[in-house]
């Protein structure tokens, strides 16, 4: 979850290599902590910077949580290692993400 618009403007060319050691890349909407947003800059510059000078072959923008929960269900397997990252309401995402798979294995 990328902080900040003007963060996320200012350190889009960054962002394209930073996650080159990922082997799958999700990124939500950015969290504006207070700022007003700036047009055109979203979650989505990030990925684009990913797919432009990044090397993860499976990066996608998914800003609507409750598709991303699906979309990480359908994803990780037993052993992957989730991160999640940012600096706003994502720390809701890890447990979200446990619950959802809790409920597919019927525990």
């Given at each position: 979850q990328p902080h900040r618009y003007s963060r996320t403007q200012a350190l889009a060319?960054?962002?394209g290599r930073a996650f080159d050691s990922a082997d799958i890349l999700r990124v939500?909407?950015?969290?504006?902590?207070?700022?007003?947003?700036?047009?055109?800059?979203?979650?989505?510059?990030?990925?684009e910077a990913v797919r432009h000078t990044g090397n993860v072959l499976d990066v996608a923008?998914?800003?609507?949580?409750?598709?991303l929960i699906e979309d990480l269900c359908g994803i990780c397997r037993p052993g992957d290692l989730l991160?999640?990252?940012?600096?706003?309401?994502?720390?809701?995402?890890?447990p979200a993400?446990?619950?959802?798979?809790?409920e597919?294995?019927?525990?």
């Open positions: 060319a960054e962002f939500m909407d950015v969290f504006p902590a207070g700022e007003t947003p700036i047009p055109g800059v979203s979650g989505k510059t990030v990925v923008y998914v800003p609507n949580r409750k598709k991160i999640t990252q940012g600096a706003g309401d994502v720390t809701a995402m890890g993400f446990i619950a959802a798979m809790r597919r294995e019927g525990r």
